[in-house]
């Protein structure tokens, strides 16, 4: 079977030579690979070829493509030379009624000769109140004297002129104010009809046209593979870690399923297609950054100024307020078997492929395909912050294993079956040890008290203020085997070199310091065996002087 490739392809406005025979195929979306951000999208065209030099028109892929991301490939069991490949934006029409629009636009044109029937009739009657009005005000006027005339009208004249002057413009005030509503009817059917016009109006749709120009040794059939690249559609990772609690503390695993949302908007119709997920992003930045160089100048005053009153506007403004939603999640699932997804290596990306056909919607709906799924051994361990809540947490730590890195996203987090909330996982390579925290553990009882508050002074020449805390925390494993225990407190730092801070004597020595390379951050990690408990003790003093205002010592 011979195969043929082409690679560039130009959007031109001539597509087909005269001499050549027209084939027109249509195309279905076959294959699909999702990025994070966009996608790669294959239709295939298959058909017969005549014997000679043939223009193979495929006018079904959608116009929001990527553009000039158009690769044709072809395929036969005879020999077939394709010489060129141009591509075309057209608009196409949809839903055309044409005998229903000839019928609205014949009723329009009726109604408006109404209307038309209606003016002359209001324009007729204006003429007749206007002559009939001058004949009346002619009439009234004295006849001059020479003529034999009298210098008035009689009353009884005047009489029979008013009353037959005003049922005449009575009976005209009637008929406009008739032809007068008759118009406003009309016109709100023709705005109906108009409107109803403008619905049934043909609808446009901009496609690609491919045009293939080729050669066949002989008659044939024919595949044609035609890939492009769309922006609107990507997936991103979603994850259910679920930990399973073994006896006396033994045996705990996480399991973590990798599931895969993916969208897309696009004007395809993504139906029962071979989906494959990919890592690669193609519309991302390809190389670092270039900087340019970095020069100091000395500042104008006035710009200084200027850029001193803007900062003191800035702050003066008032914060908007910042609204946290928590989320509330459902039950985790119940367990089922899955099909094994294959995973593709290639050089720094990996390709998912999903298993059995997929259809994903255009419409805004996301579909949730697994990917994957792996347990972890664990090792759980209880972390408090009594300062901030004396509820201890259940964590597992556990170290990945495999071949793809886990990339950022949310996970699902559930413990014995019951779904706790919602945390998120950061990027993970394989081998690379993380914990996670599956909410409150009851049987682990933290108390802390304040036992000691003083403030004074000392010193007799410069005066020194001082302030002392202490604290008593005590931690209680009620659990029927042991548990790691991991107590988070801190102590205050002075920015100023006069601001003296120090732990009191007889404080427990902490195990780690500036935790998280935190400053002051301390922690205290302890084996608790059964149904024992731990105490620390913990304090600080403050000392500054006496004319200098610092920070409230809590």
Known sequence: MKRVFVAALLFTSCLTPAFAANVTLTSSVGEVTVYPRGAQVTRTATGNVPAGDNVIIISDLPGNMVKNSVRVEGSSAQSLEIGSVDVRQTYVSLGDNLDERVKIERQIEALKDRISVLNQAINNANTQRNMLQALASKAILPRPREQGGSIAISASELNELLSLTGSQLAALSATTEKARIDKRDLS????????????????????????????????????????????????????????????????????????????????????????????????????????????????????????????????????????????????????????????????????????????????????????????????????????????????????????????????????????????????????EEHKLSFGRDDFIKVKRTKVTEKAGESGFVSRTKEETRKFVTTVENLHDFPMNVTVNDHIPYGTHEDIKVQMTAGSTKPTKTNVGKKRGVLAWEKTLKAKEKYTINFGYKVSWPRDMRITPVR
């Open 188 to 431: 709100r059917q023709i705005t109906d009809l108009q409107h109803k016009l403008n619905q049934g109006a043909p609808k446009q749709r901009l496609v690609i046209t491919v045009a293939i120009n080729l050669t066949a040794a002989a008659a044939g059939d024919a595949s044609f593979r035609i890939r492009y690249n769309v922006s609107n559609a990507g997936w991103a990772p979603i994850y259910d870690a679920r930990l399973t609690l073994g006896e006396k503390g033994q045996n705990n695993f996480v399991k973590l399923v990798r599931r895969a949302n993916v969208r897309q908007s696009t004007t395809d119709k993504w139906d029962n297609i071979k989906l494959t997920l990919s890592t690669a992003r193609p519309s991302a930045a390809t190389k670092a950054p270039v900087l340019s160089p970095y020069v100091l100048s000395r500042r104008e005053i006035g710009f200084a100024r200027k850029e001193k009153r803007k900062r003191t506007m800035l702050s003066s403004d008032q914060a908007e307020p910042v609204v946290e939603l928590q989320a509330i999640g459902a039950a985790a699932p119940k367990p089922v078997r899955r099909q094994d997804v294959a995973v593709v290596f290639s050089g720094f990306l990996a390709e998912y492929k999903i298993p059995g056909q997929v259809s994903v919607s255009n419409v805004g709906a996301e579909k949730n395909v697994i990917i994957g799924e792996r347990s972890f051994a664990a090792e759980i361990a209880a972390n408090t912050t009594p300062k901030r809540d004396t509820a201890a947490y259940l964590t597992a730590k556990f170290t990945l294993k495999g071949n793809a890195p886990y990339f950022p996203g949310t996970v699902l987090l559930s413990r014995d079956g019951v779904f706790l909330g919602r945390g998120r996982l950061p990027l993970l390579n394989p081998d």
